[in-house]
């Protein structure tokens, strides 16, 4: 199975048992007690991460955006709470080298009006120098503010790929959470709507009936069950995943300008 469009396949390699309506409702109504009981365990865990501590940090310190270096304290906006999220950068990089995984985050998250309309303002903090940062955020069409905190320590630099929670009282600015890996999984609004297909995200870690589809070989990284994940995630000019030097992050085909290339000019890890 490919994932360019007008590619429906009639011989799907596995397909749901066919029942009537209403076996189909009574087999849904089963399955939304589950649903409804994570629902509220998910309840209960924010619960419970509105009661953690916080630490206090120096808001004065800087980071440099589009207006050149700023407090901390100025990303607030003038709000009360704070979200970020800490975008990994490969230095030296063309805009295709840049990290998908960092993409899929930053990308589901382009507009904050509904942050910013409960009183929460959104920023994206990387590692990389401003003077790379700036282009390559002008060729993505971000509109939410981004800034560099190359050289400042954690919690407002430090390790990317991380969202990151603060709380400001006055002048005073203080960290109250910080998640990553398939922590950041909420921001992304894809992988929730994946997981309610019959398909679901087509990766190998996940539990799925004898017969369905593999995960194609796109030199994407491999989990912990051995096999690829996150392969959809770059593909080429014509559409087909792959992770090799030919491909993007898929957002990218969407841009202005955005040509077929052929390396990711990456110069070892991401910072």
């Known amino acids: 199975m490919t994932t360019t469009p007008g590619n429906a396949s009639s011989n799907l390699p596995g397909k749901p048992p066919v029942v009537d309506l209403a076996t189909w409702q009574a087999a849904r109504e089963e399955l939304l007690v589950r649903e409804k009981a994570h629902t509220r365990e998910g309840d209960a865990i924010a619960a419970a991460r509105r009661r953690l501590p916080m630490v206090e940090l120096d808001g004065a310190v800087e980071v440099t955006g589009v207006d050149g270096p700023v407090p901390f ?64 955020v002008e060729f993505m069409g971000y509109t939410q503010p981004w ?54 995200r087509r990766e190998a870690w996940e539990d799925n009936p004898e017969g369905w589809p593999e995960a194609p070989q796109a030199g994407s990284p491999v989990g912990g069950h051995g096999a690829p994940i996150c392969w959809y995630w770059r593909s080429d000019a014509d559409g087909v995943a792959t992770w090799g030097p030919t491909s993007r992050p898929v957002p990218q085909w969407t841009r202005p300008g955005a040509t077929p290339v052929e390396t990711l000019g990456r110069v070892g890890p991401p910072d």
Request: negative net charge.
């Open 73 to 136: 304290l100025d990303l607030f906006q003038g709000r009360d709470e704070l979200v970020v999220y800490k975008h990994m950068w490969y230095d030296g990089a063309p805009h295709q080298g840049q990290c998908e995984g960092c993409t899929t985050t930053a990308w589901h998250v382009k507009d904050a009006v509904y942050l910013n309309a409960r009183g929460v303002s959104f920023a994206v903090l990387t590692s990389g120098p401003w003077d790379e940062v700036a282009p390559y």
């Open 147 to 200: 800034y560099s905190v190359r050289g400042v320590e954690a919690p407002v630099g430090g390790e990317m790929g991380h969202i990151v929670c603060f709380l400001r009282d006055g002048d005073r600015v203080f960290l109250t959470y910080s998640t990553t890996g398939r922590g950041n999984e909420p921001v992304n609004g894809s992988l929730g709507l994946l997981d309610m297909t019959p398909y679901g």
